[in-house]
Every structure is written in structure tokens, then in C-alpha cells.
């Protein structure tokens, strides 16, 4: 960069400060117009953590602007504040060996007004060969005083990069010949700038990582010459109590509409402070004033709501405004407030002239699709149950959610009747709206506020940002933050090689096999009702004779006790040995089955911990060959399958570089008037799809199809087993913390069930509290623990790795399938899970015993199906090679085997049932519902009852029918029971509904679904939706459909028989 076109940049940065200098303190005024005054002298501070921000701050005297983080703390009392701590923005710089001296000076010259330090620091770099020995490698950290300084630096550095890197082997050779010292210029230091690491790392994760602050803490806060110190107060562990508004918005809309903004208006607002409610009535819409009312669901959830009738929309929104300044609420709620109301308020208070940023700090970003403020945190619980409450997808509705959560009924009101009724029945809008208040309230309270709070105390971001991001995002912060504890530099984000090939072919795609899903049986199995069994004698034999091997196992390895210390010993294996005795020696039988799941425990975490399995520790022959310790009769080299899978261009290598050769030559046309560029001049990007589109137009016309047949190898994979176990320990803490909230949930279940015996109201209360908590907090750890391994082949992961997960998935259906083998003789198994097997064992089959001990309180049940299976999985996945580094300057490690995979027994069940496929010798995967002793349902897969946009036809149908199949104690009469309800809704079909009302018969066969674009913009596409939009045109004018959010209920006609189906809505 020239020096003029540095003056230009001082310049454009002089007029940019005054601008931010205006808004800085404009966001000063808001914040102590919301409760958060700058906290800057006087005693110090104790203070929980509710959220922080990127922010900046300027010197008094010098005027400097300075990068900090605002940090909004909630006192004991309720009240709050806010402290500014600044903190140096920084990314590091690798250049090439012994040369850092030389970049740091050149840099300091080039970027003087830039930069404000650079340090050389050593880092553990775990892609740097022979790294184990000791070796570090030495990078440039390069600090800032602002953020933008930041950018402009990295920006400008990242272009040296991508040159360098491309150059980089042609340069290396050329400077090995040269050997004789001359004097570097400028453009030779640029020339050793290798790689930037870190510089995309958001500036306040990066306080947090560096600083351990995370929310949800409390701390002392003090300040000292304009500098905030935060010390961590581990002895506090209760939450402060934040004040909380949840809020839902009621809207005019038109009719088939879906509310629009620009002419809609907002009807009511109903929100609830704390538990107590408040609903505001816009009169232009509802028909009568409303009084203060009531909306109690149950005794736990009350609404207790004051009601003011203003006379129009802009009086509703400013009482709203002024109100929530008035309480000043630390957390705003909603459920879909990111996609509705926070948007339409936002344009409904423009069109008025307000500006909702000014009032309450909150701005909507489309590009994010999020609705946001500095101060206050906005937790809309529609992503809690997206991401975490492990509903599916036809259930996510706020109504679904509450039924399934909070149990009870809400009110429902069909949107098309909501203007109507705001104008001829206001108190049962009034109810309406009210109901999604509470419900949004309490939902939160009870589920999202424990788990997000929780979550954000070991996660470093916002609570904003823990509850949004997906869960591969969650890994791969608390990645970095142990990263940044063990001292190992975070590689970059991971970019797809555009240009690999095999066996002389470019590849289209490439990926691994994953979990093994197969359906073994079809019907109808009952504990209640007799099932044949074909059993195979050697299968028990074997079982007996492995009888002492398997308890022995269990009472060491899994009770972790002393054999002599059972009292027992020989009455519990006699006890089982009669039972397989007598079912060695009559394997063909018929009696009433006992229904079990058999699933690992947390299958691919625990298979990552028990074969060291972290990206790092991925490592080819070149990389031992480097290393210090690769000797003969290493052990420190563990071999694993997995299954890899790519497809490939029918064209070959040599095909390839003639039309890369050929279109590298060529002009490409300008948009929007501009003139013809070089295709080399376009971005990467768009040439790759360029030549892959020449690509396969030249497949298809030579070879006259595109790509060859999907090749699968079965390949090997090296893991190091002595590679920094930063990854694997991150893994381990995170199962252990799991473990740790599903032993409290189920000690609290026990206190629930003595509580209730005994009847005391306050303890049931706390003991249901604390049951909803921990198994909400469990969940979410299940739902991040299984991403770990999801997460390093996602695109644009730091730690990222096929082989890794190949090796994972491979690992866990061999567990599963050699499970199979011997469930298969000794019963009959019906579903084959990723993690583990549905199966039917004979009712006689030994199940749960308890060894007692001399010690008459410890006692060690056992469960002997599950024992049986582990004793052959650790037989056949204990790592015997898993090393620790117990010296760190001797590079001495210890030798241990591990095997933390076992299974775990859930049921016996009452009932399963596996639908029979249409087609004969097909059995469907993923499709059964499970039943309780009880009559409940345990599990429902594969439905259309569970999702989205089926007919409700078929989902009042199957909500009807399956417990019909409880029904009867044979399987004739349970068959007719169920067939029974067939007949009476295939009646209904045949007779065309001729015995309902015709309003309940097309809602039973009409769909519906919501158009999320603009007739227009669908352009030829095909579907049903697209047809009834377009016929809707004919009728109702285009104005009709040229609107996005167009909600479009239709009939598929079954004739004319040769139209396709999308021609038929």
C-alpha cells in the first residue's frame, strides 16, 4: 500500500471516528435509560454476568478510540450495571523458519499506525511434524487497539497469504539453490508471511476464551484507573433473579394471508413481568373495551393479567415502549420473535415514526434472521425447541409444546377467524392472546432459563448466542477454549480441496459410511401375548459356559468390587444357570416375549474415548516417519477400518486439465453493462462452478452420463495415541458432566416418589422443579456430546476430519452387528438402531439380578442380557494401546487398556409394533411405535403423526389406531380391534363423507402449507401449492399472490389420473 493511499485511509478513519464518537454516545444514554449505568470508580462491585458485547471507548484526554467489551452485570438486589474492560484485539502470523525477527520489524514499519505490538510467542502447532518431541513453532502475535485496525491488517495479510501459499513450492526449491546472503527488500519479508491463525475468531469470544468470563457467574467488579478487573466468585452458584418479559403480539391479517407489516396492524400485545400479566388492546381492531382477567391452566402456571384499552395501534406501541423502560427487563422472550414479532413491531413503530433501537436497544437483522440488543438478552424459545427439546418437527408449534412440556391444553383459535372474533367475541381474543403469554412465560421458567444459563457458564458466548447457534458451533468453542488452556494454536477453518482425484477421475463428492439402520421383523409383539421362538441350542451352551467369565466381568469391571466381597455369588449364577438350562435344551417354544432395547450408552463419544480418536491424532506414515518416537514395536500407532465412499466424473484426469486449459483462455461476459473479464479475473468460486458445469456438459455428450457408480473402499486409518488429548478430554469432561445431571435426575425422581407418598405440596413442588431441570440439562448435554463427532465433518470446521468420523461410525455398526449375531440365536431381534437393537427374548430369559455384599448397604444389580453383550465388546474393542504423558520434560507416557463402550438395557416394554411395507420381502427402517406397561407411549418413529404438512387424515387416523393395538388378549383380537377403526375411517372414504359435516370432511382431507416466496419468484417450479396459488390468480386477481407468506389449503383430486400429481391440487 502506498503512502497516499495511507493518508486516504486516515482520513476516511478521521471522519468515521466523529460518527462513531455521536453513536457511542448515543448507546451511553440508552444503557442508563435502560438501567445500566457506566460503572467507572467507588468500592467494588459483586455482579452476575447477564450478558456482554463488542463495544469501544475513548480516551478523554488523547482521544484514542479503543476496542473493550461492555459487560451488563445484575446485582443481588435486582439492580444492574455495566463496566467497559478493554482488551487488545489479536490474531497470531506463522512465517517461515527463523525469520520472525525480520517480519516483525518489516511489519512494525508498514503497519506503524496499525499495529500496536507484536510479540514472538511459541504455541503447540499439531500439524508442525515431530511436534511430540517438544518442538513448538513460533509465531508473530499481532495486536491492535481497535477491531478495525484489526480487519484492515488481516485483510491485506490474507492476500499476501493466498499468493505466498500458491507460490510456495516452487519457491522453496528455488531457494534451496541460492545460498549466498543478500540484502532482503520489502516485497522478500512478504514473501516469508506463511499463514494467518486465529484472525477470524470474534473479538468478544476472544475476551472471553482469553479472559475466562462467561455468563452466569458472578463476580467481584472493580475499577482502577479507567481499568475493570473481574474476579470469579466461585463460592456463589445461585442464579440472580433477572427481571423476565415474555410477549406475543396479536395481528389484523387478510383473509389466506399471512400478516404483512406494511398494512397489518398489531390487535393486542400480551406480555408477563415476573408472573404478573398485562395485555394492551388496540381499539381500532377489537370490538368492545376488556376487562382484567384471568388465565390460570393450572395451579403452578398463574396469569393474573391487567388489561389497559388504548384508542389506537401507535398509543399501544409507545405504552408498550414506555413500559418496558418503566421494568427495564434483563431478558425479553418469545416464541418465533425472531421471524414475527420482534420484525413487525420494528415496522409497525417505523411506519409511526418511532424507532424501536431508540426505545428499547433492540434491532432486527434480516441477513441473520435475529432480533438483538447490547443490554438485554432475547431468548426466543421456538430455537430452544428446534435444538434442544428433541420434539419433532409436527410437534414445535407453541400449542404442541405445551401440551407435550407443560402439560395442559392451550386455547386455539384458527387464524383465519382472528379479525373476526376481535371484533364479535374480544374476551375470547383477549383469552387467546393472553394463553400464548403464559405459556411462553412458563415454557421458559421452566425449561429455557435453567438450560441456557447453565450451558452459557462453561460456553464462551452470549446467551443470545448459546441458545441460536447450532451445536457444532457449541463443540467447537469449548474446543478453542481448551485449546487456549493447553497452549495449541486452533488451526483455520477447514476449504474442500476442489481438485481431487481417484483412479485417474475428478471427484464429484466423497464421504464415509455411516451407522448401520436395518428392520429385521414385521407385526404386532406383546409381552402379554405368546411369540414362537427357534432358538439355537450351541448359543446357550455358549452362554453357559461363559457364565463365570461374563458375572465375574460384571462385578469387576462394571461394579468395580472385590469377587470376595459377594455373598452371593453362587445362588445368582445358579439362578440363571436353570434358566438357560432350560432353554438350551427346549429352543423351540412359544411363550410371552420380553421387549428390550439394547443401546450403547453414548455410543460415538464413548468410542471416541476409548480409541483416542481427535482429529490431530489422524496421522500418515510421512507424519511417524518424522517423529521422535517412531521405533520398532512402537505401540503408539493404533490401525482402524472405516468405509470411504466417492463418486466420481466419468471424464478422466486428462479430459479435466484440456477443458480447465481451454476455458482458462476464455472471456466471460459482463453483468448489468459491464465489460467482458478474463475468467482467471473471476473469484475462485465462481471459476470451480464454471468448470465443473463445462464438466459435465461434456460427460454427458462423450461418455452420455455424468458420473460413474458410487465406488466404496474399505480403507485404514492411523491414529496416534499419544497426541495432545486436548480434544478427547473436552469430550470426556463434557460425557462426565452429563452422566453427573442423569444420576441427579434420577436421585431427584426417587425424591419425587417419596415426596408424594408422604403428600408434602412443597416438597412434590421442588422435587418436580428440580426433575424438569436436570433432565432438561442432560438432554442438552446429549444433544453437544453427539455432535463432537458430527462436528469434524462439518464444512468449515477447524478440527476437521473424514477419516475420524469413518472411523467412528464403522466402529459403532460393527457393535452393533456382532450384537445382532448373538441376539439372533438366543431370541428374535426386530430393529436394528444406530447405537443399538429392539429385540423379543423368550419370557424366561434370565433378566435383573442383585450380587449382595458383606457390606449389607452396597449392593450391585445386574442386568444379564446386557451383561452377556459387553463382556464381547470389550472383548473385541478394548484399546490395550492408550497412552498418557505422565512427564513432560521426559516424554515418559504410560501404557493402559480402555473401553468405556458398553451397553444399557431400557424396558421391558409393554408392546412394539412394525408396520409391513406395501411391497412383499420389504421391511421399512426408522417406522415403529413402542408402548409402555403402562399403555403410554415410549417412542413413536417414522409417523406422519410426527410431522409437518401430512394430511390430517392420516394423522387423526393413526392417533386413533395405535392404542387399539393394546386391545385384545390374542393377536386375532388385537388385529380386529385395530382393524375396526381401518374400516369405520375407509367408510368414510368410500361413502366420500357423506355422514360428517362437509366443513370436517375437507378439513380432514385438505393440506395446507405456507409459500415463503412471491408467487413470481417460483418461477416453473412444480408443486401443488404453486398450482392452487395460481388458480387462487384466476379468480381472485394477481394481487393475491404477489405477496411472500401467500398460506395455500388445497385437495389433491384424484382425477384426471394422467396429470401429475401437482397438477391435481
Known amino acids: 500500500m502506498s503512502g497516499g493511499e495511507y493518508r486516504r485511509r486516515d482520513r476516511r478513519d478521521q471522519r468515521s471516528s466523529k460518527k462513531q464518537r455521536l453513536i457511542r454516545s448515543a448507546e451511553e444514554e440508552l444503557d442508563a435509560k435502560l438501567g445500566f449505568d457506566l460503572f467507572t470508580e467507588g468500592d467494588k462491585r459483586l455482579g452476575w454476568l447477564l450478558t456482554f458485547a463488542s463495544s469501544s471507548w475513548e480516551d478523554e484526554d488523547t482521544y484514542k478510540v479503543y476496542s473493550c467489551v461492555d459487560l451488563y452485570f445484575v446485582t443481588q438486589d435486582g439492580s444492574t450495571f455495566k463496566s467497559k474492560y478493554k482488551f487488545r484485539p489479536y490474531f497470531y502470523v506463522a512465517t517461515k523458519d527463523k525469520m520472525e525477527m525480520d517480519v516483525e520489524a518489516y511489519l512494525r514499519r508498514r503497519y506503524e499506525s496499525q499495529i500496536t505490538d507484536i510479540e514472538i510467542i511459541e504455541k503447540e502447532d499439531l500439524d508442525l511434524k515431530n511436534h511430540l518431541s517438544g518442538l513448538r513453532k513460533s509465531y508473530l502475535k499481532l495486536s491492535f487497539d481497535t477491531v478495525q485496525q484489526l480487519m484492515n491488517v488481516k485483510s491485506d495479510?490474507?492476500?499476501?497469504?493466498?499468493?505466498?501459499?500458491?507460490?510456495?513450492?516452487?519457491?522453496?526449491?528455488?531457494e534451496s539453490i541460492i545460498t549466498g546472503k543478500?540484502?532482503?527488500?520489502?516485497?522478500?519479508?512478504?514473501?516469508?508471511?506463511?499463514?494467518?491463525?486465529?484472525?477470524?475468531?470474534?473479538?468478544?469470544?476472544?475476551?472471553?476464551?482469553?479472559?475466562?468470563?462467561?455468563?452466569?457467574?458472578?463476580?467481584?467488579?472493580?475499577?482502577?484507573?479507567?481499568?475493570?478487573?473481574?474476579?470469579?466468585?466461585?463460592?456463589?452458584?445461585q442464579r440472580a433473579e433477572v427481571r423476565v418479559c415474555a410477549f406475543d403480539i396479536e395481528t389484523t391479517k387478510l383473509p389466506l394471508k399471512f400478516p404483512d407489516a406494511e398494512y397489518d396492524l398489531v390487535m393486542m400485545i400480551s406480555y408477563m413481568v415476573d408472573g404478573q400479566g398485562f395485555l394492551i388492546i388496540n381499539r381500532e381492531c377489537v370490538g368492545d373495551d376488556i376487562e382484567d382477567l384471568e388465565y390460570t391452566p393450572?395451579?403452578?402456571?398463574?396469569?393474573?393479567?391487567?388489561?389497559?384499552?388504548?384508542?389506537?395501534?401507535?398509543?399501544?406501541?409507545?405504552?408498550?415502549?414506555?413500559?418496558?423502560?418503566?421494568?427495564?427487563?434483563?431478558?425479553?422472550?418469545?416464541y418465533n420473535g425472531d421471524f414475527f414479532d420482534w420484525p413487525f413491531l420494528e415496522s409497525r413503530a417505523a411506519f409511526h415514526g418511532l424507532k424501536m433501537s431508540d426505545e428499547l436497544g433492540f434491532q432486527c437483522d434480516k441477513n441473520q434472521g435475529e432480533c438483538r440488543a447490547k443490554s438485554a438478552c432475547h431468548l426466543d424459545c421456538f430455537a430452544w425447541v428446534k435444538r434442544d427439546s428433541y420434539l419433532p418437527q409436527g410437534s414445535q408449534g407453541l400449542k404442541a409444546v405445551t401440551k407435550a412440556k407443560l402439560g395442559y391444553d392451550p386455547l386455539e383459535v384458527n387464524p383465519e377467524d382472528m379479525v373476526r372474533?376481535?371484533?364479535?367475541?374480544?374476551?375470547?381474543?383477549?383469552?387467546?392472546?393472553?394463553?400464548?403469554?403464559?405459556?411462553?412465560?412458563?415454557?421458559?421458567?421452566?425449561?429455557?432459563?435453567?438450560?441456557?444459563?447453565?450451558?452459557?457458564?462453561?460456553?464462551?458466548?452470549?446467551?443470545?448466542?448459546?441458545?441460536?447457534?447450532?451445536?457444532?458451533?457449541?463443540?467447537?468453542?469449548?474446543?478453542?477454549?481448551?485449546?487456549?488452556?493447553?497452549?495449541?494454536?486452533?488451526?483455520?477453518?477447514?476449504?474442500s480441496d476442489p481438485e481431487k482425484f481417484h483412479q485417474n477421475h475428478l471427484l464429484e463428492s466423497e464421504t464415509y459410511i455411516g451407522g448401520h439402520v436395518e428392520c429385521l421383523e414385521s407385526g404386532v409383539f406383546r409381552s402379554d401375548i405368546p411369540t414362537s421362538f427357534k432358538l439355537e441350542s450351541s448359543a446357550y451352551k455358549q452362554l453357559i459356559n461363559n457364565l463365570d467369565r461374563d458375572l465375574q466381568y460384571a462385578i469387576r469391571v462394571e461394579g468395580k468390587m472385590d469377587m470376595e466381597s459377594v455373598t452371593n455369588y453362587d445362588e445368582v449364577k445358579n439362578a440363571i444357570m436353570d434358566k438357560l438350562v432350560w432353554l438350551r435344551d427346549e429352543p423351540i417354544r412359544e411363550e410371552c416375549p420380553l421387549i428390550y432395547h439394547l443401546d450403547v450408552a453414548a455410543m460415538y463419544p464413548n468410542i471416541i474415548l476409548t480409541n483416542r480418536l481427535q482429529p490431530p491424532s489422524i496421522v500418515t506414515d510421512e507424519v511417524c516417519t518424522a517423529c521422535d518416537f517412531n521405533r520398532p514395536g512402537k505401540t503408539c500407532l493404533r490401525k482402524l477400518e472405516w468405509v470411504w465412499r466417492g463418486e466420481t466424473f466419468t471424464a478422466k484426469k486428462s479430459d479435466y486439465y484440456h477443458l480447465k486449459k481451454q476455458i482458462e483462455s476464455e472471456f466471460v461476459d459482463g453483468s448489468e453493462g459491464q465489460l467482458s473479464k478474463s475468467f482467471l479475473d473471476l473469484p475462485k468460486s465462481e471459476q470451480q462452478s464454471r468448470l465443473k458445469d463445462r464438466l459435465k456438459k461434456y460427460c454427458q455428450k462423450a461418455y452420455k452420463r455424468v458420473l460413474d457408480k458410487p465406488v466404496t473402499e474399505v480403507r485404514e486409518a492411523g491414529i496416534c495415541m499419544r497426541e495432545n488429548p486436548f480434544y478427547v478430554d473436552t469430550v470426556r469432561s463434557f460425557r462426565d458432566r452429563r452422566y453427573e445431571y442423569k444420576g441427579l435426575n434420577k436421585v431427584w425422581k426417587g425424591k419425587l416418589s417419596e415426596a408424594k407418598a408422604s403428600g408434602n405440596s412443597i416438597k412434590i413442588q421442588e422435587a418436580q422443579d428440580l426433575v424438569v431441570l436436570y433432565d432438561s440439562l442432560q438432554l442438552a448435554h446429549k444433544c453437544i456430546l453427539n455432535s463432537f463427532y458430527g462436528y469434524v465433518m462439518r464444512k468449515g470446521a477447524r478440527w476437521y476430519s473424514m477419516e475420524m468420523a469413518g472411523v467412528?461410525?464403522?466402529?459403532?455398526?460393527?457393535?452393533?452387528?456382532?450384537?445382532?449375531?448373538?441376539?439372533?440365536?438366543?431370541?428374535?431381534?426386530?430393529?436394528?438402531?444406530?447405537?443399538?437393537?429392539?429385540?423379543?427374548?423368550?419370557?424366561?430369559?434370565?433378566?435383573?439380578f442383585v450380587f449382595k455384599t458383606k457390606d449389607l448397604k452396597k449392593k450391585l444389580t445386574i442386568s444379564y442380557p446386557c451383561v452377556m453383550l459387553n463382556v464381547d465388546v470389550a472383548r473385541n474393542n478394548t484399546n490395550d494401546q492408550y497412552q498418557t504423558l505422565t512427564d513432560p520434560i521426559r516424554k515418559n507416557y504410560t501404557t493402559h487398556s480402555e473401553c468405556s463402550i458398553e451397553?444399557?438395557?431400557?424396558?421391558?416394554?409393554?408392546?412394539?409394533?412394525?408396520?409391513?411395507?406395501?411391497?412383499e420381502g420389504i421391511l421399512i427402517k426408522k417406522r415403529y411405535a413402542v408402548f409402555n406397561d403402562d399403555g403410554t407411549l415410549a417412542e413413536l418413529k417414522g409417523f406422519e403423526i410426527k410431522r409437518r404438512g401430512e394430511l390430517k387424515l392420516i394423522k387423526v387416523f393413526q392417533?386413533?389406531?395405535?392404542d387399539k393395538f393394546l386391545h385384545g388378549s390374542t393377536l386375532n383380537e388385537c388385529y380386529s380391534a385395530v382393524a375396526s377403526v381401518a374400516n369405520r375411517w375407509l367408510d368414510l372414504l368410500d361413502n366420500q363423507g357423506k355422514d360428517i359435516a362437509d366443513s370436517e370432511l375437507l378439513d380432514y382431507i385438505s393440506e395446507s402449507s405456507t409459500m415463503s416466496k412471491s408467487l413470481a419468484e417460483y418461477g416453473e417450479q412444480k408443486s401443488c401449492a404453486v398450482t392452487t396459488a395460481r388458480r387462487l390468480a384466476n379468480f381472485l386477481g394477481d394481487t393475491m399472490v404477489k405477496d411472500k407468506g401467500l398460506r395455500c389449503q388445497y385437495i389433491v383430486a384424484c382425477e384426471p389420473r394422467v396429470w401429475s400429481l401437482f397438477y391435481r391440487g
Open 903 to 919: 451397553f444399557e438395557v431400557d424396558g421391558p416394554y409393554k408392546a412394539m409394533i412394525l408396520p409391513a411395507s406395501k411391497e
Open 421 to 495: 372474533f376481535a371484533k364479535d367475541k374480544p374476551q375470547m381474543m383477549a383469552s387467546y392472546s393472553v394463553s400464548d403469554a403464559v405459556s411462553t412465560y412458563y415454557l421458559y421458567m421452566t425449561y429455557v432459563h435453567p438450560f441456557i444459563f447453565s450451558l452459557a457458564t462453561i460456553i464462551p458466548m452470549s446467551p443470545d448466542e448459546v441458545l441460536r447457534k447450532g451445536s457444532g458451533t457449541l463443540c467447537e468453542m469449548l474446543l478453542m477454549v481448551q485449546a487456549y488452556k493447553a497452549n495449541v494454536i486452533c488451526p483455520n477453518k477447514h476449504q
Open 959 to 962: 392417533a386413533e389406531l395405535f
Open 157 to 174: 495479510l490474507l492476500h499476501v497469504v493466498e499468493r505466498n501459499q500458491a507460490k510456495f513450492n516452487a519457491a522453496e526449491a528455488y
Open 298 to 334: 393450572k395451579p403452578e402456571f398463574e396469569g393474573c393479567f391487567k388489561v389497559t384499552n388504548v384508542k389506537n395501534e401507535v398509543e399501544l406501541l409507545r405504552l408498550w415502549f414506555s413500559h418496558m423502560q418503566e421494568v427495564k427487563p434483563g431478558i425479553y422472550v418469545t
Open 808 to 848: 467412528v461410525t464403522y466402529t459403532g455398526a460393527k457393535i452393533i452387528q456382532n450384537a445382532r449375531l448373538l441376539v439372533e440365536k438366543i431370541g428374535k431381534p426386530l430393529e436394528l438402531d444406530t447405537d443399538g437393537i429392539w429385540c423379543a427374548l423368550p419370557g424366561s430369559f434370565p433378566e435383573t
Open 182 to 237: 543478500r540484502e532482503q527488500k520489502p516485497q522478500d519479508f512478504l514473501d516469508c508471511i506463511i499463514d494467518l491463525r486465529e484472525y477470524d475468531v470474534p473479538y468478544h469470544v476472544r475476551f472471553v476464551i482469553d479472559n475466562d468470563v462467561r455468563c452466569g457467574q458472578w463476580y467481584d467488579v472493580s475499577v482502577s484507573n479507567a481499568t475493570v478487573t473481574l474476579e470469579k466468585r466461585a463460592d456463589l452458584l
